[in-house]
Every structure is written in C-alpha cells, then in structure tokens.
C-alpha cells in the first residue's frame, strides 16, 4: 500500500505536509491501478503525472532554498537526486500513454514508492542531522 506512515517524519512540518502531498497524489495512481475496471483513464492518468511533476518541482525549490540557507555541504548531492527524479517522471510522461494505460500508471506508482521512500529515509533525513547539529553549536 502507497501510504503516509510515521517513519518517514522528518520533524520538519511544512516539508512533512509536501511529503504527505507527493503520497497524496502516488494514492490516485494506486486507486486507478486497482479500480480493476475498464474505464479510459487517460486522461486522469496525465492530469496526475502532471500534477506530480509540478508539485515535486515546486517541492524540490523549497527543500533546496533551505538547504543553501543553512549551508548545507550535501545540497549539491541531493540536487541531482531530484534532478534525477524530474527526469524519470518526464521520460514517463513522454511515452504513449494511451495505449498502455496500466503499464504507465504501474511504472509511476512502482518508481515513486521506491525513490520517495528511500529519499525520505536516507537523504532527506540526513539534511534533519545537519539541522540538528547546527542548533547544538
Ligand atoms: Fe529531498
């Protein structure tokens, strides 16, 4: 299940809420893929997409402008992590959509839940230690 959970809370609200958001919109292409009907979800399949795209985008900005505000070493790193992501969502977002509905909405579900998950985990987690250190000198 494409979920929130506890686990991956940074403590930091406001990028918790665009997290929250980026799992949001990952449960709509897990709701399509499992409706187990035959509706046309084109669509909805790149509204969604599109919807994704932005978000992380506009999510991207707001953690990088606050890791150069706090000089963080990493933040060249983790750009290309989202750089990397950006790509991959585009590349999808070019094939054709239309003839492989399922095929598309799983490669998306399967990409985000394994790249989010893993980047909240592991880089986004390592930005909260910098955070912290800094507050403890
Ligand atoms: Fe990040």
């Given at each position: 299940?494409?979920?929130?959970?506890?686990?991956?809370?940074t403590?930091?609200?406001t990028?918790?809420?665009?997290?929250?958001?980026?799992?949001?919109?990952?449960?709509?292409?897990?709701?399509m893929l499992y409706?187990?009907?035959?509706?046309d979800?084109?669509?909805?399949?790149?509204?969604?997409?599109?919807e994704?795209?932005?978000?992380?985008?506009?999510?991207f900005?707001?953690?990088?402008?606050k890791?150069?505000?706090s000089d963080?070493?990493?933040?060249?790193?983790h750009?290309?992590?989202?750089?990397y992501f950006?790509?991959?969502?585009?590349?999808l977002?070019?094939?054709d959509?239309?003839?492989?509905?399922i095929?598309?909405?799983?490669?998306?579900l399967d990409?985000?839940a394994r790249w989010?998950?893993?980047?909240?985990?592991?880089?986004?987690?390592?930005?909260?230690?910098?955070?912290?250190?800094?507050?403890?000198?």
């Amino acid at each position: 299940m494409f979920r929130w959970s506890e686990n991956y809370k940074t403590g930091i609200d406001t990028i918790d809420e665009q997290h929250k958001k980026l799992v949001d919109i990952g449960a709509k292409l897990e709701d399509m893929l499992y409706a187990g009907d035959s509706l046309d979800y084109y669509d909805y399949i790149l509204e969604t997409i599109n919807e994704l795209k932005d978000y992380a985008d506009y999510h991207f900005s707001y953690e990088e402008r606050k890791m150069r505000e706090s000089d963080y070493p990493g933040l060249e790193e983790h750009r290309m992590e989202h750089l990397y992501f950006v790509k991959r969502i585009d590349k999808l977002a070019m094939q054709d959509i239309d003839s492989q509905q399922i095929g598309v909405i799983s490669e998306a579900l399967d990409f985000l839940a394994r790249w989010l998950f893993s980047h909240i985990l592991n880089s986004d987690m390592k930005y909260v230690d910098h955070l912290k250190g800094n507050a403890g000198k």
